[in-house]
């Protein structure tokens, strides 16, 4: 690996530079968090969403495609190669949902809440895969969430959707060894610009906060180091893991309860 300067902690550096990067749902949010984090570290970044914005840096590239659609979601992976030349990570970050009642959530709903976050990730991987695996390797992280691993009350769909999601990287993790790695990062709460649409105003926002043992909600940059580290050479033996960075976890509340 050539030393760098970007991505750098205790005398580690993680130098990407020359790697071609992918982020779905990169113009915003976790995604662009994780985006900029790959730019630090001297890759070249891509990212896609259905709509543009016009705040990107001016060496990032834009794609856009509705990647619920399984030729939409290749054809753009395909794009990217096309204009870069290769591609050698790819960050299945596009995801979410509004909230929903389990009981009367409507199908309509249920399908595009499922598609967006399980099978959207798995048309990139498929196509992506396909091209590490000419070009000699590469890394896929699909960012999941901890609805995946626990109950998800008014997000179910989205929750169902999550936890598919990491039993499709425990598999292609194995599957598509030894030139492309497969890995997770469930994410906890992250602190974005639409937090507020989550949690409420900032008091809001600190009750919450006091909940987590690390004492803040997560930042995009915090889940684009681990989306850098999986997709660096220093994870180089690591395929079909789950890394949960959540800052230790929800208190359990028996515990609160318990003490009155």
């Not at 990212?47 to 840096?57: E, G, I, K």
């Not at 091209?131 to 000699?136: A, F, I, N, V």
């Not at 590469?138 to 936890?163: E, F, H, Q």
Request: a negative charge.
């Amino acid at each position: 690996m050539r030393p760098g300067t970007s991505v750098a902690t205790m005398g580690v550096t993680i130098d990407l530079a020359g790697q071609v990067v992918l982020v779905t749902g990169g113009t915003r949010g976790v995604g662009r968090g994780i985006a900029q984090r790959f730019a630090d570290a001297g890759a070249t970044v891509a990212v896609v969403a259905r709509t543009a914005v016009d705040d990107l840096p001016q060496n990032w590239t834009f794609h856009t495609a509705d990647l619920r659609d399984g030729e939409m979601a290749s054809a753009v992976v395909d794009e990217v190669v096309a204009t870069h030349g290769r591609i050698d990570a790819l960050i299945n970050n596009a995801g979410g949902s509004p909230p929903a009642d389990t009981a009367t959530a409507s199908p309509r709903f249920t399908e595009r809440i499922v598609a967006l976050n399980l099978l959207s990730a798995i048309y990139c991987a498929q196509r992506a895969n396909h091209h590490m695996q000419l070009s000699g390797g590469g890394s896929i992280v699909n960012v999941a969430s901890v609805a995946g691993l626990r109950p998800a009350p008014t997000v179910a769909a989205y929750g169902a959707a999550k936890a598919g999601l990491l039993s499709f990287t425990a598999t292609a993790g194995q599957e598509w060894l030894p030139n492309v790695r497969v890995n997770a990062v469930t994410c906890g709460m992250v602190l974005t610009e639409q937090a507020a649409l989550h949690y409420g105003d900032d008091a809001a926002l600190s009750r919450v906060a006091d909940t987590i043992p690390m004492g803040r909600l997560a930042s995009p940059g915090d889940i684009g180091n681990v989306c850098v580290w999986l997709a660096s050479p220093l994870s180089s033996y690591v395929s079909g893991a789950n890394v949960v960075a959540h800052g230790g976890g929800d208190r359990p509340p028996f515990l609160d309860a318990a003490s009155g």
